[in-house]
């Protein structure tokens, strides 16, 4: 029985460890950060294109300056919702 204290802590240590030094865990992690960073430019460009037609309604902006930059907006939160998917992929896999 005087085994048993020197034994559990490598036990312990036997059983935490495998996971930390699992392949691909920071890649892992690494996709997960680029994910949340994907999701709140998205989130920024959505409120943007609200404040831009904000700005319009409120007569701040011509018609044609909200056409161009609403537009682009919308281009670049297609952009951003695609490579959110493909990260999502990515995670999945």
Not at 12 to 17: A, K, P, S
Not at 27 to 51: F, N, P, Y
Not at 66 to 86: C, G, P, S, Y
């Amino acid at each position: 029985m005087s085994w048993i204290p020197l034994v559990l802590p490598l036990l312990v240590i036997f059983l935490l460890l495998p996971p930390v030094f699992q392949p691909g865990r920071d890649e892992r992690a690494e996709r997960e950060s680029r994910q949340d960073i994907l999701r709140e430019r998205r989130r920024m460009l959505v409120a943007g294109i609200r404040e831009l037609d904000f700005d319009h309604a409120m007569g701040k902006l011509s018609d044609e300056d909200h056409i161009a930059q609403r537009e682009e907006m919308k281009r670049v939160v297609a952009l951003t919702i695609r490579e959110i998917d493909v990260e999502e992929a990515r995670i999945g896999s």
